[in-house]
């Protein structure tokens, strides 16, 4: 059976206090693994797709990166306005949708 | 930047009671989708919509949900006679060539 487990749930930062956010996943056949973020009572923001173990993709502060068994974001001197829930989701199979963790709730204090 | 648009943004229904669900999908895409998300859990995958059928469901779509394309631009998901555990936000999504783009949702409030 397919799994995606994000650790932590939660997490606190001080601005610019820099940390990772974990995405371990066992699944067969990945065909794509997605970050979201997703901010209270919004729905999911797309960031990135990472289809290839070593594949690494970066926008502003944070930074995605995947193996073959799971994957980080990086996030860099975060800010108050990176507060929000990230989410792991994947594709594997023969499927088009998506599997989601259970998210990490970020909270960034100033 | 396009956006998947779900009216309304929040709807209380009672028991029983018949619920529409509406989405406006981007332009030009082939897949649509609807997810769930109850409080404080995680998104689930409810159903997948392609060419004007469906083409993937998942256990929790079962005969209480239908969805439909009834025109070029709307998509919806019709809950027929809503349970108390239906309570949830409900996603569309649409699938562009880097991703999945979601709509802001419809909070579904059974009493």
């Known amino acids: 059976e397919d799994q995606v487990t994000q650790s932590p749930e939660a997490l606190r930062l001080q601005e610019g206090e820099s940390s990772s956010l974990n995405c371990s996943y066992t699944v067969s056949g990945l065909r794509g693994l997605f970050w979201y973020r997703q901010d209270p009572g919004k729905g999911p923001e797309f960031l990135f797709t990472?289809?290839?173990a070593g594949e690494e993709k970066e926008k502003e502060r944070l930074k995605a990166t995947l193996t073959k068994k799971e994957s980080f974001l990086h996030i860099t001197a975060p800010k108050p306005e990176d507060s929000a829930t990230y989410l792991c989701?994947?594709?594997?199979?023969?499927?088009?949708?998506?599997?989601f963790g259970t998210g990490t709730r970020l909270t960034v204090i100033p | 930047e396009p956006e998947v648009t779900q009216t309304p943004s929040h709807q209380v229904t009672q028991m029983g009671q018949e619920v529409i669900l509406r989405c406006v999908p981007i332009?030009?895409?082939?897949?649509f989708y609807w997810y769930r998300q109850i409080l404080g859990q995680k998104v689930e995958f409810l159903v997948s919509?392609?060419?004007?059928?469906?083409?993937?469901k998942s256990e929790i779509f079962d005969d209480q949900f239908s969805v439909e394309r009834p025109d070029g631009s709307n998509f919806t998901l019709k809950i027929r006679s809503t349970k108390l555990e239906d309570s949830a936000m409900y996603f569309c999504a649409s699938l562009q060539d880097y991703g999945y783009t979601f709509g802001s949702g419809t909070r579904l409030t059974v009493v």
């Open positions: 332009s030009n895409h082939l897949y």
């Open positions: 990472l289809y290839s």
């Open positions: 919509f392609y060419n004007n059928e469906i083409s993937e």
């Open positions: 989701a994947v594709q594997a199979g023969g499927a088009n949708n998506l599997f």
